[in-house]
């Protein structure tokens, strides 16, 4: 009897030993396609993965001066060409005029980068958003 239950619990080790390559098989599979996946979301969303935050301030001549910070949130694709929109804002919210400002930078998985640039902002501009609005993935042509 005790034979038999040396056998049983060796044949039953050899089981599980083989069950955790398999399992380890299927959960490598499983990442890689995962993987894939999240590739191809932040492909075709780009505009989800890139943040950006800046502030104004006037300089001697009287043009408003935006400085920029753009993040990537993504974990796979780096991102090019973003495309900024910079609006601005009277005190009463109004939308006075909007630019669009491309930053020609690479930006790596959870990288960033700044931009700076100089308008004449209409007159009664007391606050200016930044919002991407499109990017392109470095493989896109």
Same mark, same amino acid.
């Given at each position: 009897?005790?034979?038999?239950?040396?056998?049983?619990?060796?044949?039953?080790?050899?089981?599980?030993?083989?069950?955790?390559?398999?399992?380890?098989?299927?959960?490598?599979?499983?990442? +890689?396609?995962?993987?894939?996946?999240? +590739?191809?979301?932040?492909?075709?969303?780009?505009?989800?993965?890139?943040?950006?935050?800046?502030?104004?301030?006037?300089?001697?001549?009287?043009?408003?001066?935006?400085?920029?910070?753009?993040?990537?949130?993504?974990?796979?694709?780096?991102?090019?060409?973003?495309?900024?929109?910079?609006?601005?804002?009277?005190?009463?919210?109004?939308?006075?005029?909007?630019?669009? +400002?491309?930053?020609? +930078?690479?930006?790596?998985?959870?990288?960033?980068?700044?931009?700076?640039?100089?308008?004449?902002?209409?007159?009664?501009?007391?606050?200016?958003?930044?919002?991407?609005?499109?990017?392109?993935?470095?493989?896109?042509?």
């Amino acid at each position: 009897m005790k034979k038999f239950f040396h056998l049983l619990l060796v044949v039953f080790l050899i089981l599980s030993a083989c069950n955790d390559q398999q399992k380890a098989s299927v959960l490598k599979d499983k990442y +890689e396609s995962s993987k894939l996946t999240l +590739e191809q979301i932040e492909k075709k969303s780009t505009v989800q993965f890139l943040q950006v935050s800046g502030s104004k301030k006037k300089n001697l001549i009287g043009q408003t001066v935006v400085r920029g910070t753009i993040v990537s949130n993504a974990k796979v694709i780096s991102y090019k060409d973003i495309d900024v929109k910079i609006s601005f804002y009277s005190k009463t919210g109004a939308l006075l005029e909007e630019d669009h +400002e491309v930053v020609y +930078e690479i930006i790596k998985p959870g990288g960033s980068t700044s931009f700076k640039s100089k308008y004449f902002a209409p007159k009664g501009t007391t606050s200016v958003l930044f919002k991407v609005v499109g990017a392109l993935s470095v493989e896109d042509k």
